[in-house]
């Protein structure tokens, strides 16, 4: 059982909302700094919605109970995947959009984002939510269940605009995962707004700018 999301509105009645997942072993406190960092104020009042992974024994980590959207059973991610976990984690971000739509929030002024296996996330549920979506954002991560996005995505979601940025010196999810991530997405015919940063899994300010100019351009549509 995960925590309710935290959420902060940057005005009364948004008009849009983004939904941000954090990475394994954080919560989601970690992104509302980044978040307090972007200035949307020309597209109206934003929400932002930080969920909270379960907590789970994570299996690289010696077993090791800790926030995770998913198991992750070696280093090379990939090679085997905990699909069950990435399922239920889909589901439960599926949730949070219906929610924000039932609030009014329409498909096509919802963000969904994350940071390493929260950017897993955003691309799995975003690609096949069966709606178009304002914009998908994966910082520092890569694509989960590759092989079944060609029978799974949703042709709703093909135009939407997708925010792909990484650091070059990555120890966790190597440069080549996230470009192999971004050729992959190119193949089917996604437009990938692509930027690559000198740190290693983090978040830096340059990245920041890049974000909040492209979220101003997803959401002034």
Not at 53 to 60: E, G, L, S, Y
Not at 97 to 103: G, Q, V, W
Not at 117 to 144: D, F
């Amino acid at each position: 059982m995960s925590l309710p999301p935290i959420e902060i509105e940057t005005g009364p009645n948004p008009t849009a909302s983004i939904v941000l997942m954090h990475g394994l072993g954080a919560d989601g406190n970690d992104f509302v700094p980044i978040a307090q960092e972007l200035d949307l104020s020309s597209v109206g009042p934003v929400r932002f919605v930080f969920p909270n992974a379960p907590v789970m024994p994570v299996t690289i980590n010696g077993g090791y109970q800790m926030p995770a959207w998913y198991d992750i059973y070696g280093p090379n991610l990939v090679q085997r995947e905990d699909e069950a976990g990435l399922r239920r984690s889909q589901a439960s971000i599926e949730a949070l959009i219906e929610k924000e739509k039932a609030r009014g929030i329409a498909a096509g002024r919802i963000v969904v984002a994350g940071f390493s296996q929260g950017c897993a996330m955003a691309l799995m549920t975003g690609l096949r939510h069966v709606e178009k979506l304002a914009g998908i954002v994966g910082l520092s991560g890569y694509l989960p269940l590759a092989a079944t996005l060609a029978a799974e995505r949703n042709a709703a979601n093909h135009d939407t605009p997708i925010f792909l940025a990484h650091g070059s010196a990555d120890p966790v999810v190597v440069l080549p995962r996230a470009t192999a991530t971004r050729d992959a997405l190119q193949a089917l015919g996604y437009q990938v707004d692509w930027h690559e940063y000198p740190m290693a899994h983090s978040v830096c300010m340059e990245e920041i700018a890049d974000l909040n100019a492209w979220l101003l351009r997803v959401l002034a549509r």
